[in-house]
């Protein structure tokens, strides 16, 4: 049961009007605590690598380790690529045991947008219960070093939204609705719910197609988050916020220990803050009990 794609669990995420948190991690002492931070509250989990942590650790190792731990809880546990822009990379992830791909053409023009997220899902659904995530518009701020300004940042259009679904077979979709990754410059960003309600009704107003995804969650006020989340939002991506937790609590142990040379103990205090936060963002998203 542990070791599952995303499809399934987020149709549920749909249909119960929560959203399951899909968290990013760069170390293996960070995956195993956002895993402990799940099973404490029995919910639904994504465990998410961005392309840069997968080239450094190797998706050889994620994918193994992933499985050995996945294999000891009872939650189910999904392992996603994110936004991968490389085809075969994202072949790789799927044959080495990935079990939800993100591939991001969504900066390319509309028909090869579609043609590369058709290739990535007919591959993943050919070998395997493999569930697909594309994106169409385009995120503000920054994600493996690519950037993309904010006045540059293209929305999704809601009426090219269905045809994109249907025509290139992802099971899972993350229109641009306006939020970003990294750290919003303002305390109010500019979020178009409207836009993102609209998409939601035409994609899965009568049967949930595919499930929405929100990029670039760190920095949303409670209030936003729930509106996402009522309208669709399924899956909640969280990057950032983890990575802010993970430096500042090394750093705090080691300020205030400086005289102390044990690693090990560096490696709790830092799994320690980070089950306390992924058990916040939980909540926040309402999937705790839901496993």
Not at 105 to 124: G, K, L, P, T
Not at 126 to 155: P, R, W, Y
Not at 202 to 222: M, Y
């Amino acid at each position: 049961m542990a070791i599952v794609s995303a499809k399934e669990m987020l149709i549920r995420a749909t249909e119960g009007k929560y959203a399951v948190g899909a968290f990013n991690f760069t170390s293996i002492n960070q995956m195993e605590g956002i895993v402990e931070a799940a099973v404490n509250k029995n919910a639904p989990l994504i465990l998410q690598t961005s392309v840069t942590p997968v080239k450094f650790l190797k998706p050889e190792v994620i994918a193994a380790t992933y499985r050995a731990i996945a294999r000891m809880v009872d939650i189910p546990v999904c392992l996603h690529l994110d936004h991968c822009a490389d085809l075969e990379l994202s072949k790789r992830c799927a044959d080495l045991g990935y079990t939800n791909i993100m591939i991001d053409a969504s900066q390319h023009d509309f028909e090869e947008n579609i043609r590369q997220a058709r290739e990535i899902a007919d591959y993943c659904h050919s070998i395997g219960d493999i569930s697909v995530e594309g994106e169409l518009g385009t995120v503000a701020g920054v994600e493996d070093q690519v950037v993309v300004a904010e006045d540059e940042a293209q929305l999704c259009d809601p009426e090219k939204s269905h045809e994109f679904v249907e025509r290139s077979g992802i099971d899972i979709f993350a229109p641009a609705i306006g939020t970003a990754h990294g750290v919003y410059q303002t305390e109010n960003p500019k979020i178009d719910s409207e836009r993102f309600g609209e998409i939601a009704r035409r994609i899965n107003g009568e049967t949930v197609i595919a499930p929405l995804v929100v990029h670039g969650g760190t920095g949303h006020k409670h209030e936003v988050i729930q509106t996402l989340v009522k309208l669709g939002g399924a899956k909640y991506n969280v990057s950032t916020d983890l990575k802010y937790v993970l430096i500042d609590s090394t750093y705090d142990y080691i300020h205030a220990h400086r005289n102390e040379y044990n690693p090990g103990k560096v490696d709790r205090a830092a799994r320690a803050a980070i089950v306390e936060r992924i058990e916040m963002w939980i909540d926040k998203l309402g999937c705790a009990g839901k496993a």
